[in-house]
């Protein structure tokens, strides 16, 4: 009767150290905080957010790759626990990093825009000032091919806004913002030499 | 006697205990964590990455060295090294620093590069700019030149706005059009300052002071955009003048926006209310030279057969624009008009030259300056 005791209860406690399983749970939490991560474009907007949280889900990878490769009477998950609850808190941080940083270039793309159309009409209105010749175009009219490629370019930014891809659009927009400066400089070159040249009429008389 | 024994064990164990572990700890290498070392090669992998340098080399040796640390964890305190973990992260931080000091230099030497471009770039425009204030190049290299600068600018714009790459493309082919547009305006200058027009323009320039001791001569030279009045040898009176399109040209046919260039005479005086642009005098163009050479031209299939000869120049008023506009025409501001109205009539010889051999701005294109610093590139 003494062994038979001892017996169930060296059964009861191999069975408790046996049934030692990963924490499947925090597991998958800190696995779906990643994937939300990636899902809110952490990658383009929290990238260091996002490398931390890939390096705590690797920890507690390498953490369950060592429990598993023990011998199933000496697994312990309790690291693999702390390691798995780190990886899901750094992965909302990601989340949530990304989603701030997201708003904020929304808001730089928003402002972009309206500048990019103010200077866009700006540079209009002068070509529009431009001297002309007998009965044609101003030469400065040249550069309407350029300033036309200014809209497209505005049109795209606008779709990839609207499509929730800020970044995207912010960059299309400073390169939009980049001819259209650029148009307007060499307009406002082409009127100071016209000026320039209407001066040194004045002196030569 | 056994209780004396079991006291020296339990001595010795405790000696070992608070001094041999903690020798024992003190000595061996690598049984701490390493953590200085993979916090630095973490730092350094995420710059290179940052940076889009080639990291995967090193990311690759960071995570097994996690994962080593992760295995020592495991043991029991004083039978874990992390000497692989160590040399893991160490690997990790060569690679990931040779990569990004790589990277960087490579980056620093093609900013450099852009940039010394970039200069050479707006030296060549600067010089094309100089030669548009001097003279009158037509709106054709003009509308090249506007396109070419704007090229030039949005490379720059793009540089500021760290859009690298984009901004590298750009320059390239702005470089190639302001250099190609200075080659042009080069050989086309060549051409216009042949030394055989040269000489025919000094002759008619000198023709036309000797006839000025009997008359007022108009003289107009292209190249100083001015006219010209000559009286008893000597210039009387100077003005800015405006022409058309192609100013340098010399005119052929009928809409070709050029200027015709000879001997001509005002045929009529058009007032106040007989023209558009404020007075005007009609030129005699076509003359017989003219229609001699509009025929040989014809006949050469230098210009197309149905072309007409054109007609219509004047000399007029509404200048002072500040660009080439007329459609052939020699421009003048309105107060001038009124003042050289005055000063000619009827018959007044007109010589119209290129040059008057004064302008140097073909010398300045010779500058070694600019071809020196283009060709380096």
Request: glycine share 4%; charged share 30%; with cysteine.
């Amino acid at each position: 009767m003494k062994y038979l005791r001892f017996i169930f209860l060296s059964i009861a406690i191999l069975g408790l150290l046996a049934c030692a399983k990963p924490p499947q749970a925090e597991i998958d939490a800190a696995n779906a905080a990643l994937t939300e991560a990636k899902n809110a474009e952490a990658e383009i907007y929290a990238p260091d957010s996002l490398k931390a949280a890939q390096t705590a889900i690797a920890d507690m990878q390498a953490e369950l790759d060592v429990q598993q490769g023990k011998f199933a009477l000496f697994r312990s998950y309790e690291k693999a626990k702390e390691l798995a609850n780190a990886a899901k808190q750094a992965g909302e941080k990601a989340k949530s990093d990304a989603e701030a940083k997201k708003q904020q270039v929304k808001a730089e793309a928003e402002t972009l825009m309206n500048e990019v159309k103010t200077a866009l009409n700006e540079a209009n209105d002068l070509m529009k000032k431009a001297p002309k010749g007998k009965g044609s175009k101003a030469d400065i009219e040249a550069l309407q091919a350029d300033l036309g490629a200014v809209q497209p370019m505005i049109d795209q930014a606008q779709a990839s806004f609207d499509a929730g891809k800020f970044m995207d659009a912010k960059t299309k927009l400073e390169e939009a913002k980049a001819k259209v400066s650029s148009v307007k400089d060499a307009i406002n070159q082409a009127i100071e030499m016209s000026k320039g040249k209407k001066t040194a009429q004045g002196k030569k008389k | 006697m056994k209780f004396l024994y079991k006291s020296l064990i339990i001595l010795i164990f405790l000696a070992l205990l608070s001094y041999g572990i903690p020798y024992y700890i003190e000595n061996k290498e690598n049984i701490k964590e390493p953590k200085q070392i993979e916090e630095i090669s973490k730092k350094i992998l995420y710059k290179g990455q940052k940076l889009e340098a080639k990291t995967e080399e090193a990311q690759n040796y960071y995570y097994r060295g996690r994962k080593q640390v992760i295995y020592q964890k495991n043991k029991l305190f004083l039978f874990r090294d992390y000497s692989y973990s160590n040399y893991l992260f160490q690997k990790s931080f060569e690679i990931a620093l040779k990569e990004t000091l790589n990277f960087k230099e490579k980056q620093k030497k093609e900013k450099e590069e852009f940039l010394k471009k970039l200069e050479e770039a707006k030296f060549i425009n600067s010089q094309i700019m100089e030669i548009f204030d001097k003279i009158p190049l037509g709106s054709y290299n003009y509308k090249r030149f506007l396109i070419s600068s704007a090229s030039l600018k949005e490379a720059e714009n793009l540089y500021n706005l760290k859009i690298f790459d984009k901004a590298k493309k750009k320059l390239e082919n702005a470089y190639v059009e302001n250099e190609n547009l200075y080659i042009k305006i080069k050989e086309s200058l060549k051409n216009f300052y042949s030394p055989e027009k040269l000489r025919e323009w000094k002759n008619l320039y000198n023709e036309a002071l000797i006839l000025s001791n009997e008359l007022n001569v108009i003289v107009v030279i292209k190249d100083e955009r001015i006219l010209k009045v000559l009286r008893n040898g000597k210039i009387f009176k100077t003005y800015s003048v405006e022409f058309g399109k192609n100013p340098l040209e010399k005119k052929t046919k009928s809409g070709d926006f050029a200027t015709p260039e000879g001997r001509y005479k005002i045929v009529e005086k058009k007032g106040f209310n007989k023209t558009k642009y404020y007075l005007a005098l009609l030129l005699n163009y076509p003359n017989e030279e003219d229609k001699r050479r509009f025929e040989e031209a014809k006949k050469k299939g230098l210009i197309p057969k149905n072309a007409r000869i054109g007609g219509l120049i004047e000399i007029h008023g509404d200048g002072g624009q500040g660009i080439d506009w007329t459609e052939g025409c020699v421009a003048l501001q309105n107060e001038d008009m009124k003042e050289l109205f005055n000063l000619t009539s009827k018959g007044t010889p007109v010589y119209i030259i290129g040059s008057k051999g004064n302008n140097n701005v073909l010398s300045n294109l010779d500058d070694k300056k600019i071809w020196k610093n283009s060709k380096k590139s």
